[in-house]
């Protein structure tokens, strides 16, 4: 670090027009917020409705968690630029970013790959499920899911973090993603980019085979299930994982799953936004809207809110 003489980054952002950021802006604070609500909401029902003490809404709980460290490494500091059109960030900012948005992106992808492992297990073999997939199974999962991404992020952050940067120092992006961050280092970064694309693969890749190897597995139980509303409500207990590893991975696929000279960060910022932005924002409404415990735990809170109220009232 002795060796670097940039002290902070310009991020570009997504554009130069004020009046078109301005409006930005109000875009992305009003989704963060619901990000950070909807996501808040799921932790407190199933912290609090003992009918979600199952693993299912456990690991539901800490996506959540996941969900708003994810959205938050980025999302305040980008607002902050956008209202005050001062887009610098500084360089251990930027590193701080760059570190946590890929521990909470990585550890998201371990976390989802448990929760599909935790569908077959409760769909493909159900007598055995509650003993194999207690509290202190559940505990140790997240627990290395964490620990795995902090562990495979911190060998690429702390080279990262010791390559000089001599200028310039201009990013092209909204928030400080490695891969134009990397361009701006002084000296050669082929290592370090094949060694962020192994680790993408690995993480991505090498979750996305349990969670659809996982899947197969649940389909083909699921067709022999002979009662068609047995086929139906099994179905519908995986719609939503479904649905959000799709999001997830999607973007992630696009964003990181190539050699790093492939293709312009601008043609990337839009799936940033997805991932960013758009992906935790659905996804507590994804599993609130598609899940009927869930609703009915909602609607039992609002109305112990509803009657505390009254209560206090009177």
Known sequence: ?????????????????RKLEIFIFLIILWTYILTIMGNMVI?????????LY??????????????????TSIIPKTLANMARGHKRISIS????????????????????????VDRYMAICNPLRYSTIMHSQVCSLLVLC???????????PAVALFQMPFCGPNTINHFFCDNGPLIKLACIDTSLLELLDFLIATISVIGTLTVTIV??????????????????QKAFSTCASHITVVSLTYGSCIFMYIKPQGNGEVNFSKPVAILNVVISPFLNPFIYCLRNKQVQDALRTLCRRGVEFRKKSVE
């Open 1 to 17: 670090m002795n060796s670097t003489t940039v002290r902070e980054f310009i991020l570009l952002g997504f554009t130069q027009n």
């Open 43 to 51: 932790i407190v029902i199933t912290l609090v409705d003992h009918h």
């Open 54 to 71: 199952t693993p299912m809404y456990f690991f539901l709980r800490h996506f959540a968690i996941l969900e708003i460290g994810f959205t």
């Open 93 to 116: 900012g930027c590193f701080s970013q760059s570190f946590l948005y890929f521990v909470f992106g990585t550890t998201e992808f371990l976390l989802l790959a448990v929760m599909s």
């Open 145 to 155: 899911s964490w620990l795995g991404g902090f562990l495979l992020i911190l060998g």
């Open 214 to 231: 996982s899947y197969v597995n649940i389909v083909s139980s699921i067709l022999r299930i002979p009662s068609s509303t047995g086929r």
